[in-house]
Nanobody, 117 residues
Framework: VQLVQSGGGLVQPGGSMKLSCVAS????????MRWYRQAPGKERELVAE????????NYLESVKGRFTISRDNAKNTTYLQMDGLKPEDTAMYYC???????????WGVGTQVTVSS
């Protein structure tokens, strides 16, 4: 199993950024996918999740209306579109396949998102 993340970097407050995560090594459409984040000195947060079919999503309260999780099962890819970014969104963001169907979970290596002027 591999989760290869891309995107991230420095963006000004109010800006937008899109993270991508290409999965391989498993039947992508069978699994819920998640994005987590962790800022220095803070606890890890579940930012968003999406069902295997992409028909249901859930979000951290603080990102509702600003972030959108999506997936393209034909491309084995999940996305996190982040709009209206705030300095408090600064964190390392991780793409995650949570444990399911008797199989272990897997994490991407993470990508840094920094929101600063």
């Amino acid at each position: 199993v591999q989760l290869v993340q891309s995107g991230g970097g420095l963006v000004q407050p109010g800006g937008s950024m899109k993270l991508s995560c290409v999965a391989s090594g498993f039947r992508f459409s069978w699994y819920k996918m998640r994005w987590y984040r962790q800022a220095p000195g803070k606890e890890r947060e579940l930012v968003a999740e999406i069902t295997g079919a992409g028909d249901n999503t859930n979000y951290l309260e603080s990102v509702k209306g600003r972030f959108t999780i999506s997936r393209d099962n034909a491309k084995n890819t999940t996305y996190l579109q982040m709009d209206g970014l705030k300095p408090e969104d600064t964190a390392m963001y991780y793409c995650v396949r949570p444990p399911a169907l008797g199989h272990a979970g897997y994490w991407g290596v993470g990508t840094q998102v920094t929101v600063s002027s």
